[in-house]
Structure formats: C-alpha cells, structure tokens
Nanobody, 114 residues
Framework: QVQLVESGGGLVQPGGSLRLSCAASGFIFSLARVGWYRQGPGKEREFVAHITSGGLPTYADSVKGRFTIFRDNAKNTVYLQMNSLKPEDTAVYYC????????WGQGTQVTVSS
C-alpha cells in the first residue's frame, strides 16, 4: 500500500532553515506528482509546493523565494528545503502524492520561534 513518511521537522529560530524529507513506497514514485501541504494552529490545510514527475515545481506565493522542493527518484524521496523561516511558517507539514489517488503522510511538526 502507499506509504509516505515525513521527517526533518523541529524547532528553529526565525531566519533559520530546515529540510524536510518524505520517503515514499507502494507506488511508482517517478511517475507521480508529489508535494507538501501544511496546517497551522487553527487554520485550514494549505498548499505549499509540489513537483511534477518531470521536475517542474510550483509554489504557494507565501513561500516563493524561500522554500525549494526537489526530488530524488532513485531514493523515492521528495524534499522541502525551507530557508528564512518565519513564525507564520509554524505548522504540521504533510507530504502528498498523486499515487494515483491523493495520499498523505502522517505529518511532521515545524515550529519557528525564538
């Protein structure tokens, strides 16, 4: 079955960086669009970024220029490099894959605070 396992979350100060990873299994990773969503305290889940099977990324306006999504098909893993983090980036970050139906990981907590 489809499995998505996120890692890399934690506590970071404003202006800091984190890299999230999502290890995928149970589907043909190289053919799937994969990405990241997040859900902050008291907020709806929102789109962060995704990357197509061909490597084309798309970003939410709120993270453009600060976050970078990339994938390693040999490792069945998608990454989210997050730089210049802000307190408003605090959220549970979820990995998502069109595998072919939308599938979700369990989430990893990112907290940006001094």
């Amino acid at each position: 079955q489809v499995q998505l396992v996120e890692s890399g979350g934690g506590l970071v100060q404003p202006g800091g960086s984190l890299r999230l990873s999502c290890a995928a299994s149970g589907f043909i990773f190289s053919l799937a669009r994969v990405g990241w969503y997040r859900q902050g305290p008291g907020k709806e889940r929102e789109f962060v970024a995704h990357i197509t099977s061909g490597g084309l990324p798309t970003y939410a306006d709120s993270v453009k220029g600060r976050f970078t999504i990339f994938r390693d098909n040999a490792k069945n893993t998608v990454y989210l490099q997050m730089n210049s983090l802000k307190p408003e980036d605090t959220a549970v970050y979820y990995c998502n894959a069109d595998a072919p139906l939308p599938s979700w990981g369990q989430g990893t907590q990112v907290t940006v605070s001094s």
